[in-house]
């Protein structure tokens, strides 16, 4: 059974690269990996997704190593706007509804 | 928020009442689901639904029922046997690369 794990908190300072890691075991090739945003009392917002390698979009980069065990989201030169949780989602894909891990969540504090 | 309405925003209920959250899509999404969030905690999985007319229970669908009549629609009714039903609700639909986009959430406090 597929799970993902996150750390729970993280601290950085404004300026700084951000990286945060999902573990996810028992995932297939074409299973996707998402990350999202949230603010409190809002939804979260789509950041990048991707299945393999490296994908890069004007606000983060998301690698995905040749196992696949994992994932790590990167921000290049966090603000303090980007304090949030972040979420990791696996789509694990099937021929009828897709089965869906959301991570617990990593809190991030960016200080000036 | 985009093309995805959760109505209202806030929602108070006294204990024993069933209550329907509203979510309204223009994206023209065939997939939609509704989670659950407490305090402090990750978004956990109520109900889903891939097509019209069809839907599947998530990982915590005891006490909540859905319809999915129409494409753009797939309210959510929390119902009396719903044991703990306070808590943050999102809707969110999902489009053809599997990205999902979210409502603006209904926060839900039963008393």
């Known amino acids: 059974l597929a799970k993902t794990t996150q750390p729970i908190s993280m601290d950085s300072y404004e300026g700084q690269e951000v990286n945060i890691t999902c573990s996810h075991n028992?995932?297939?090739?074409?299973?996707?990996i998402t990350w999202y945003q949230q603010f409190p009392s809002q939804g979260p917002r789509f950041i990048i997704q991707?299945?393999?390698t490296k994908v890069t979009n004007e606000v983060a980069s998301l690698f995905i190593p040749a196992d696949r065990k994992s994932s790590t989201l990167s921000l290049p030169r966090v603000s303090l706007s980007d304090t949030a949780v972040y979420y990791c989602?696996?789509?694990?894909?099937?021929?009828?509804?897709?089965?869906?891990?959301f991570g617990a969540g990593t809190r991030l504090a960016v200080h000036p | 928020d985009g093309g995805i309405t959760q109505s209202p925003k806030y929602l108070f209920r006294k204990e024993g009442q069933n209550v329907t959250l509203s979510c309204e899509q223009n994206?023209?999404?065939?997939?939609m689901y509704w989670y659950r969030q407490d305090p402090g905690q990750g978004l956990r999985l109520i109900y889903y639904s891939q097509i019209v007319n069809d839907f599947q229970k998530g990982d915590i669908a005891e006490g909540y029922s859905v319809s999915r009549e129409k494409k753009e629609s797939f309210p959510l009714t929390v119902t009396s046997a719903q044991k703990n039903p306070t808590a943050f609700y999102l809707c969110a639909t999902e489009d053809r690369s599997y990205e999902q986009y979210f409502g603006p959430g209904t926060r839900l406090t039963v008393t």
């Open positions: 994206l023209n999404h065939d997939a």
């Open positions: 991707g299945y393999k």
């Open positions: 028992n995932i297939a090739t074409n299973d996707y």
């Open positions: 989602l696996v789509t694990l894909l099937s021929g009828g509804y897709n089965k869906l891990i």
